[in-house]
């Protein structure tokens, strides 16, 4: 029989992969299982993050940046550029590298690491899951293990399978759609992002540079509008029309869950993280260093859970999420809810009033004062969320 791991953990994203390296250097025995044949492969991501968030997760490596951002600018339906100060800076990654690196770490730190491994269900025991049904090269075989986690991305299927509630509305499920091109004319520490209904309703359409005149173009729309027209079709229309010469290098589709956390990330002895159990900036879409944060925390509870012998400390992990990235995503999801209903004609009043600021008032936070006075009562949330944390973090 095989031997029962302390942890199987099913997704080998930058959540499980932190996750796997926290348990594993903890002296845990771990299997990480992805069931793509290479880890990092393919991107379906802008890949931007916020060198405060990721710094304070891992020791970044410079070969994982394809940029440096300083620039951060918001273009309004009616051409309007408002250019925020940052107040620091960010990064457009290489995933298929950032990603493969950190399996290697986890590895490094004594995880196993298996690819070509498909999960396709729990097995039950008798106090939760005994472990996992993995197809691989040699058809299906069963893996048993202590602790499961489910860090299998937006599509997740191991918390279903658990019996935790993982459905996110439509209008919460943002469809994207995103080309790399070549042959552009971007400039490399700036990120746009476009705003308005015939470019991207609810949502917004990003422009993230990559270096030698190669950047991510996507956007992100809701369900709702996407039930309408696909997101394809809007970044087809805004490539041809921006950049009508450049070269499509890859174009990917993709889920983002734009929702608060799910209600419950734990059950028994099955532990979810990052997209799977919804942890993504429901403004931003960013779910890359809020997944890993989470990961870190979960990790943290399964060591306790293991050295204890007691499932139940997993919920620590549950309650420390909820009371800190979570109430602050609760938040964030209340402004998504706002400025999404925002009309054209708004979203263009609210440029007119920061561009009527001051240089140095335009501040992320004064984009918001200007765009939150049509919706008093979120102010208090802004001020919650800007006291807590400067908006450089992209948790
Ligand atoms: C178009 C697009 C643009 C984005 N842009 C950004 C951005 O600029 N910045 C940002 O921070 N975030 C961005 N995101 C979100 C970000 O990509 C995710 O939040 C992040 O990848 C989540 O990490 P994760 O580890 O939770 O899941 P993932 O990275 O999705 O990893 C899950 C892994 O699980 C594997 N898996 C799934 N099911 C199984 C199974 N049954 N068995 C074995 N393996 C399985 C998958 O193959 C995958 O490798 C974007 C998303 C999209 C779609």
């Not at 550029?81 to 990064?91: A, I, S, W």
Request: proline content about 4%; hydrophobic content about 40%; glycine content about 10%.
């Amino acid at each position: 029989m095989s031997p029962v791991w302390d942890v199987i953990i099913v997704g080998a994203g930058p959540a499980g992969s932190t996750l796997a390296r926290t348990v594993a250097a903890a002296g845990y025995s771990v299997l990480m299982l992805e069931k793509d044949r290479d880890i990092g492969m393919p991107v379906r991501c802008g890949e931007a993050v916020s060198d405060t968030s990721l710094r304070e997760l891992v020791d970044v490596d410079p070969r994982w940046i394809a940029s440096t951002i300083r620039r951060f600018r918001l273009i309004a339906p009616d051409g309007n550029m408002v250019e925020p100060d940052l107040g620091g800076h960010g990064y457009v990654l290489e995933r298929r590298i950032f990603d493969y690196d950190l399996a290697r770490l986890a590895s490094e730190a004594g995880a196993v690491v298996r690819t070509k491994s498909y999960v396709d269900a729990l097995v039950p025991g008798e106090d939760g899951f005994a472990g996992v049904r993995v197809k691989g090269n040699n058809g299906a075989t069963i893996e048993r293990a202590r602790i499961i986690v489910g860090a299998d991305g937006v599509e997740s299927r191991v918390g279903r399978w658990a019996g935790l509630r993982t459905e996110t509305r439509l209008r919460d499920m943002e469809c994207c759609a995103q080309m790399t091109l070549s042959n552009i004319p971007v400039e490399d520490d700036a990120c746009d992002f476009y705003f308005g209904q015939s470019v991207a309703p609810m949502g917004y359409l990003w422009v993230f540079p990559k270096g030698r005149n190669t950047a991510n173009v996507g956007l992100g729309i809701s369900g709702m509008a996407a039930k309408k027209r696909s997101p394809l079709s809007y970044l087809q229309d805004f490539v041809a029309r921006t950049y009508p010469q450049a070269g499509i290098l890859t174009t990917v589709a993709g889920g983002v869950p734009c929702a608060a956390t799910l209600e419950s990330v734990v059950s028994r002895n099955v532990v979810l993280v990052g997209d799977a159990a919804h942890q993504v900036n429901p403004v931003s879409g960013g779910g890359i260093t809020s997944g890993m944060r989470a990961a870190r925390l979960a990790g943290e509870a399964v060591i306790a859970a293991l050295r204890e012998n007691s499932p139940q400390r997993l919920g620590d992990y549950q309650r420390q999420w909820d009371k800190g990235y979570g109430a602050k995503h609760r938040m964030y999801y209340r402004i998504k809810e706002a400025v999404h209903g925002y009309s054209d004609e708004t979203l263009n009043r609210i440029a007119a009033g920061v561009l009527a600021l001051k240089p140095e008032k335009r501040t992320i936070w004064g984009v918001f004062r200007v765009a939150l006075t049509r919706n008093p009562a979120l102010i208090w949330d802004m001020v919650r969320v800007f006291g807590l944390t400067s908006f450089d973090d992209d948790a």
